[in-house]
């Protein structure tokens, strides 16, 4: 089975996403042919000429034309979109997953919702974790943080790091595009407070988690004015910092999500459920090396055999044969 792999079309953490799918689609052992959405037509169709194929795979769908997706069709080929970025996006991914054989989402309400909506071939698939480059590392003191967040600044995590600058001494540090904006002048000179205000590398960004003591994991926040989500509905899965978090054998302070205890055991991870939990977790483990290391090497053990994108691949892989 030769398997078409259509790219999203965007740059910046989706190459990392689609290298690490390709990654494993050779670990796997599943040929595949690449054909990128802003390419000309003409080039589809001479690869679906050429070649014997069954299935197509994408990621979003976003640039993938209703034309492509037509001569797919012509040519009998089935289509499974993966939904990478659910529940946030949810009012233009509505109108796309009729277009497509089989839908795979990372959250379990967008699930909820396609299936009321009558399609009738919906999963849930969270992204994993790419062990090449999330895995313990030794790094130089530079990285040595009390406290690291790494990610956009959506009002929930500004109003986490606000609360523990004011309510504790421990040293953070954030990393994103729009944090420094995103903070008040005071916050920004505070010495606690190391602001990095770009977006970095996963490569970097493992770096840095192997430098930290613990990890917050707040996530992002299904009810913001430029989410194009009118029924509000809120996300319910895990993100896959957590997969990539655990791969590098660090300790993760996770916000409590609805499907949190279906991946890992209390005795591999730690939830919050608000600023002040939060804190009082903080506190309970920030100097308490040993749990923490064996806690993280428990959930270490748990990604490494269940949730990389090795997996993933698999999965998909299931669902073509028996589709």
Not at 114 to 126: D, E, K, N, S
Not at 149 to 157: F, I, K, M, N, Q
Not at 294 to 313: C, G, P, Y
Request: with cysteine; proline share 3%; glycine share 4%.
């Amino acid at each position: 089975m030769t398997l078409l792999f259509i790219r999203s079309g965007y740059a910046g953490i989706y190459d990392y996403i689609e290298t690490s799918i390709l990654e494993a689609f050779e670990n796997n052992a599943i040929p595949f042919i690449i054909h990128h959405p802003h390419e000309p037509i003409e080039n589809l169709e001479t690869i679906l000429k050429e070649n014997k194929l069954s299935f197509a795979v994408t990621i979003l769908g976003d640039y993938l034309s209703i034309e492509k997706i037509n001569l797919l069709k012509t040519y009998s080929i089935k289509i499974a979109v993966w939904l990478t970025e659910d529940p946030f996006y949810i009012d233009h991914t509505e109108e796309l997953i009729d277009q497509y054989d089989v839908v795979l989402t990372i959250d379990q309400a967008a699930l909820t919702f396609y299936r009321a909506t009558g399609h009738q071939h919906v999963y849930h698939l969270p992204l994993g974790t790419n062990t090449n480059i999330f895995k313990p590392l030794a790094v130089s003191a530079d990285y040595a943080t009390d406290l690291l967040l790494v990610g956009a600044p959506y009002p929930s995590r500004v109003h986490l790091i606000l609360f523990l600058l004011q309510q504790s001494d421990y040293q953070i540090t954030v990393i994103g595009k729009g944090w420094y904006n995103a903070l008040g002048k005071k916050e920004r000179r505070n010495p606690q407070l190391n602001c990095i205000n770009r977006w970095i590398a996963p490569q970097d960004v493992a770096t840095f988690y192997n430098g930290a003591k613990i990890i917050l994991n707040p996530h992002r926040t299904g009810q913001l004015k430029y989410n194009k989500n009118r029924l509000g509905i809120i996300n319910e899965s895990i993100n896959n910092r957590t997969f990539d978090i655990g791969a590098c054998g660090k300790f993760q302070l996770i916000e409590e999500k609805a499907d949190l205890f279906t991946f890992f055991e209390h005795d591999e991870i730690v939830s919050y459920q608000d600023q002040h939990d939060c804190l009082l977790k903080i506190k309970q483990f920030i100097d308490d090396q040993k749990n923490r290391e064996i806690m993280s090497e428990r959930l270490r053990k748990k990604v490494l055999a269940q949730h990389t994108f090795n997996h993933r691949i698999l999965t998909i892989s299931d669902i073509i044969d028996n589709f």
